[in-house]
C-alpha cells in the first residue's frame, strides 16, 4: 500500500493566520483526497486534489478558505486560511489504495485560540 | 454514492465474537463494501473489502448476502486493543471515485 507522510501532526495557531498542511506519499497517484474530522465525528471530505487543475471542492467547502495545491503526483498541500476556532478539528489526506479502498495520513490535529 | 447505516455505538467482552451489519439498499452493480478502523488520533485504516458472498483475511471476515443490500463485519474474538470506530463504505474501488464517511460504529471492548 502507498504510504503517506503528513505534516504537521499537530499545531496550535492564532485566529486570523493560515495553516498549510502537507501530504507526501511514497508513489504517484492520480487523486489525492482531504478530509476534515471534528471532534467526536466522521469524517467530512473537503476536496478532491487531482495533478495539474483545480481541486474539485465538496458542498459548504470554498477554495478561498480551503486553497489546495498538487504541484505533482506525489505531493499535496491543504491550506486553512483565516481560522477561527470553528476551524479546531483534524485534517487528513488519503489516497487509493491499488483498488483495495484508501489509505490515510495520520491526520494534522489542529486547534485555533 | 450509496449511503450506509450502521450502529452508532457496540460493547463486547474480550474474547467474543463480534458482528456489526452495516445496511446499503441503494448499492450499485460495481460498488465494493470496504470497512475500516479508525483508532483515536490516527486515520482510518482499511480492514477488509468485499463484493460479494464471503471474504476472510488474518484480521476479519466480511458476509454479503445476495442482494448485496447489507453485509456484516466479523471480528473474531476481539481483544482489547480493538476498541475502535469502524466504518463502512460503500463505492467503487478503482480509486477514482471520492469516498463518503457515514457515522461509523463504536466497538467497546470491556474486559
Known amino acids: 500500500s502507498a504510504v503517506i507522510s503528513q505534516k504537521p501532526s499537530r499545531d496550535i495557531c492564532q485566529r486570523g493566520t493560515s495553516l498549510t498542511i502537507q501530504c507526501q506519499v511514497d508513489?504517484?497517484?492520480?487523486?489525492m483526497f482531504w478530509y476534515r474530522q471534528q471532534p467526536g465525528q466522521s469524517l467530512t471530505l473537503i476536496a478532491t486534489?487531482?495533478?495539474?487543475?483545480?481541486?474539485?471542492?465538496e458542498s459548504g467547502f470554498v477554495i478561498d478558505k480551503f486553497p489546495i495545491s498538487r504541484p505533482n503526483l506525489t505531493f499535496s498541500t491543504l491550506t486553512v486560511s483565516n481560522m477561527s476556532p470553528e476551524d479546531s478539528s483534524i485534517y487528513l489526506c488519503?489516497?487509493?489504495?491499488?483498488?483495495?479502498?484508501?489509505?490515510f495520513g495520520s491526520g494534522t490535529r489542529l486547534t485555533v485560540v | 454514492l450509496a449511503k450506509t447505516t450502521q450502529p452508532i455505538s457496540m460493547d463486547s467482552y474480550e474474547g467474543q465474537e463480534v458482528n456489526i451489519t452495516c445496511s446499503h439498499n441503494?448499492?450499485?452493480?460495481?460498488?465494493?463494501i470496504t470497512w475500516y478502523q479508525q483508532f483515536p488520533s490516527q486515520g482510518p485504516r482499511f480492514i477488509i473489502q468485499?463484493?460479494?458472498t464471503k471474504v476472510t483475511n488474518e484480521v476479519a471476515s466480511l458476509f454479503i448476502p445476495a442482494d448485496r443490500k447489507s453485509s456484516t463485519l466479523s471480528l473474531p474474538r476481539v481483544s482489547l486493543s480493538d476498541t475502535a470506530v469502524y466504518y463502512c463504505?460503500?463505492?467503487?474501488?478503482?480509486?477514482?471515485?471520492?469516498?463518503?464517511f457515514g457515522a461509523g460504529t463504536r466497538l467497546f471492548v470491556k474486559a
Open positions: 488519503s489516497v487509493p489504495y491499488g483498488g483495495l479502498g484508501y489509505t
Open positions: 508513489s504517484q497517484v492520480t487523486m
Open positions: 486534489a487531482n495533478q495539474g487543475s483545480e481541486a474539485t471542492y
Open positions: 441503494n448499492i450499485a452493480t460495481n460498488d465494493y
Open positions: 468485499g463484493y460479494k
Open positions: 463504505l460503500v463505492g467503487d474501488n478503482t480509486g477514482g471515485f471520492k469516498t463518503i
